[in-house]
């Protein structure tokens, strides 16, 4: 495993942290990472009643306050942790769960969920399942696969591509009697491409690659993603703004979506391609936004948009584990990244692990990895952050992402890009 503290400032702010009831977390020892990593998943997975109520409907679903696309996303964290652990223990239900949202349409169009139903949120399940094809989760269903479900939303999103609005893109919601329906996010459309992109790798299937082409070139167009690679959240989509009002905030997540997602185009393409000089600009521009909050936490990852002034919400307490997620996943995809990936998720891993020191069991996970020892903040989203951002240092451990059989390309002897050194540095 690499040395994975090269920044000294961070290592004396996590030094001088009160630690004392923290988790315990040796970066440079898998078995100790294993360990962290099972204890916060245990911890995220006392959220989890719906298999203990009696209730069949209660089944692959969190309780409030937290909405349906936090249950598919927290599977997704769990399919991960099995992935990067090799723990088995949770699979049954983890498999038990995502199934039971896959809806009569097998697409995870659940008609119960119609009023938190957005494409964003279809979209988080979609990936989940987009993860346990990759990693072969052992699925108990003879009816529907797991790649199927994947394909099966992908269909439902190219339907809703819409270009009576700012000419393309998708609406942050699929039901005009849904609040935000006047709305076209970067996550929904950041979501669609990576799925895409990802469905392109795993099938072999190139004409994907058109939809990718069309989501980015949309995106750039209306100023979601740009130039310099910020990528803001979204725009409304009325007559006069027709999503020229940007709203310019920028979350951890709407980057992150897009690094894997060229992350994953980068892999499959040639250097002739944009995808990996995409991927470094989003790298770059997500490095200088997302991490670092003061001097005497430099490397440490932190939501920008709401942390400093203490006010995130359920929601965005979880954003930074999408971030860990799919750094990782890019730095196992392209390894020239990873040296550069791996010194910003070591401090960040360890800050994490120190924050979690809190609520009545003492290992509670706060939600500001800067804040010396627990901040008093605790909840579903932090033991999710928490988890992915710890359990991915042992991405050296296990294989790339599968392909499918039917794409003629084994994974693991798959022919890595070999980039010239790419620089995220001004």
Not at 181 to 208: C, E, M, P, V, W
Not at 323 to 342: Q, V
């Amino acid at each position: 495993m690499h040395t994975l503290l090269r920044n000294a400032a961070a290592l004396a702010f996590l030094l001088t942290a009160s630690v004392a009831q923290a988790i315990d977390l040796n970066i440079s020892d898998a078995d100790s990472i294993r360990n962290a990593a099972a204890t916060i998943a245990y911890d995220m997975m006392s959220y989890y009643t719906g298999n203990t109520t009696g209730n069949p409907a209660d089944v692959g679903l969190l309780p409030q306050p937290y909405y349906w696309w936090e249950a598919g996303a927290m599977w997704g964290a769990m399919v991960d942790y099995w992935y990067y652990t090799g723990d088995t223990s949770y699979n049954d239900v983890v498999a038990q769960a995502i199934l039971s949202q896959a809806s009569p349409t097998n697409d995870f169009m659940m008609p119960v969920q119609h009023y938190d139903l957005g494409n964003d949120d279809q979209v988080f399940w979609a990936l989940t399942a987009m993860s346990a094809a990759e990693y072969n989760l052992p699925n108990p269903s003879s009816n529907i696969t797991w790649i199927e479900l994947a394909t099966n939303a992908f269909n439902d999103f190219t339907t809703r591509w819409n270009t009576t609005q700012c000419n393309g893109g998708l609406k942050w919601q699929i039901f005009p009697s849904n609040a935000g329906y006047d709305y076209k996010s970067s996550i929904a459309n950041g979501g669609f491409f990576q799925l895409t992109a990802r469905l392109a790798r795993y099938t072999g299937n190139t004409t994907y690659l058109t939809w990718n082409d069309k989501v980015w070139d949309w995106m750039s167009g209306v100023n979601y993603i740009s130039s310099g690679y910020n990528v803001y959240d979204g725009a409304g989509d009325l007559s006069p703004g027709n999503c020229s009002q940007v709203d310019q905030a920028q979350w951890t997540y709407n980057n992150a979506a897009l690094i894997y997602g060229c992350a994953m185009l980068a892999d499959i393409t040639d250097s002739s391609t944009p995808w990996l000089n995409r991927t470094a600009g989003l790298l770059y521009t997500g490095t200088y936004l997302f991490f670092s909050p003061f001097a005497n936490s430099s490397g440490v990852m932190f939501e920008q948009q709401c942390e400093k002034a203490n006010n995130c919400d359920n929601d965005q307490f979880s954003f930074k584990a999408y971030l860990s997620r799919w750094l990782y996943g890019t730095a196992k995809l392209l390894p020239d990244f990873e040296n550069n990936i791996i010194d910003l998720m070591a401090p960040s891993a360890l800050a994490a692990a120190q924050s979690c020191s809190g609520g009545s069991n003492g290992r509670s996970c706060g939600s500001r990895w800067w804040y010396p020892g627990f901040d008093g903040i605790l909840g579903l989203g932090q033991q999710m952050s928490a988890l992915e951002a710890i359990h991915g240092l042992l991405l050296n451990l296990v294989d790339a992402p599968a392909m499918a059989p039917s794409n003629g390309t084994d994974a693991s002897s798959h022919k890595r890009n070999t980039w010239p050194h790419v620089s995220l540095h001004a």
